[in-house]
């Protein structure tokens, strides 16, 4: 019993504590609210491009700080810049946020540097295809404007599903594409967004239309997952590696975007069919970020710049869901809040700028008032911040 107790001790002693400022207070949902009230208005002011004189309809953020870097070549990003402005705007209904919804379903296709003719919105990256349905998902959910699920299923159906497989085909038995117009590899950036995708159209569709089927949604969400799971999961450590390669090796590469799917993925699928099987793939999953990937004196790595600057992001958005999953263990429940809290508190206590409200991507440094951040770090602490908002207490 001695033995137990010490243990239990040990572990709650691991866990970082509520977050606190300064005089020792509790921080509240109010100071989140300003923070990522700050931090959004930051994105529209510093990087959508239409901001700024000479540029009216340029309707794309752009991928550095005030006019920085104004490179179009970097499409994901966009995606996850107007999930924020769907997050700010559904916490506080303002227009400022509403507005950029109708300009940036003109400026995606516009600025898309590998559309053609057949569909604008298409990409040789079928990930960033899948970031933009996603997107395109929330922006429908939230105005009921059905031209962007029309999108969303078009682009899902005739050029991402397209990708799977086929099941026979060496080495790789199955699988969405990565890149359609490079060697083939299947990565879990491809599959786990798919999986979300699939779930959250077979949510959506109230009927057949047409030869398709609206099993068949759930049918492919399922797929894709279990795929994922056999291929690129560690069922002992909670880890989601990176790709397979057309040589058919598993390339063992770590990153928090890939656990924050393959998290959303298994959650979409808990809550359609209620197998407990996904949430604990799911639990599985997270602990393993929380336990092996935290090592920056608590927190996540720094990372300020590319692609990698906005994986933490993709994964806080994920997470914060199942951390509000009131079907989760309630022990369970407390160590993700408080762990989330500890990462938010850092990061707005040391690496916000509270003049500029920009992030760097570094958690333990502030960027100085003249500094120029990337747009993949900015969406980043954004993310955080919004995930703060919609945390919900565990009682």
């Not at 709650?12 to 509520?18: C, E, I, S």
């Not at 794309?60 to 810049?81: D, I, K, L, R, V």
């Not at 450590?237 to 397979?244: L, P, Q």
């Amino acid at each position: 019993m001695k033995t137990i107790l010490i243990i239990a001790l040990s572990l709650l002693t691991a866990l970082p504590m509520p977050a606190k400022n300064s005089t020792g207070k509790a921080l509240k949902t109010s100071y989140w609210q300003k923070m990522a009230d700050g931090m959004s208005n930051a994105l529209i002011e510093k990087f959508w491009g239409a901001n700024f004189e000479g540029h009216s309809t340029r309707y794309y953020f752009n991928y550095g700080s005030n006019m920085s870097n104004m490179s179009t070549e970097h499409f994901w990003p966009q995606a996850h810049a107007m999930d924020v402005m769907l997050d700010a705007a559904m916490r506080t209904g303002k227009r400022c946020y509403k507005d950029i919804m109708p300009l940036w379903w003109q400026g995606m296709p516009r600025y898309n540097p590998y559309g053609h003719n057949e569909e604008a919105w298409w990409n040789a990256y079928v990930d960033d295809m899948e970031w933009m349905v996603l997107t395109l998902i929330r922006m429908y959910e939230y105005t009921c404007e059905g031209r962007y699920l029309e999108k969303a299923r078009t682009l899902y159906d005739k050029w991402i599903w397209s990708t799977w497989g086929p099941d026979d085909k060496a080495p790789w038995y199955g699988g969405i594409t990565w890149k359609t117009d490079a060697s083939p590899s299947k990565n879990a950036c491809s599959n786990g967004p798919a999986a979300i995708i699939a779930a959250r159209l077979y949510r959506l569709t109230k009927g057949d239309i047409g030869n398709r089927k609206r099993y068949e949604y759930l049918s492919e969400s399922m797929r894709i997952y279990a795929w994922l799971k056999e291929r690129l999961f560690d069922k002992e450590s909670g880890t989601v590696y990176d790709h397979i390669n057309d040589k058919g090796k598993v390339v063992r590469w770590n990153f928090t975007y890939n656990q924050g799917t393959f998290i959303g993925a298994a959650h979409e699928l808990y809550d359609l069919t209620g197998d407990a099987t996904y949430l604990h793939d799911a639990l599985k999953a997270a602990d393993h970020v929380i336990e092996r990937m935290s090592n920056n004196r608590g927190v996540l790595s720094d990372a300020t710049s590319g692609d990698g600057a906005l994986f933490h992001g993709i994964f806080f958005r994920y997470f914060v869901k199942l951390i509000n999953d009131e079907r989760v263990d309630k022990e369970k429940r407390l160590k993700y809040h408080n762990y989330l809290t500890h990462l938010a508190t850092v990061m707005a206590t040391n690496g916000i700028n509270k003049t500029t409200m920009l992030y760097g991507g570094e958690w333990w440094k502030t960027p100085a008032d003249n500094d120029n951040v990337q747009l993949t770090a900015q969406l980043t602490g954004c993310m955080l911040m919004e995930a703060m908002c919609v945390l919900k207490k565990v009682k």
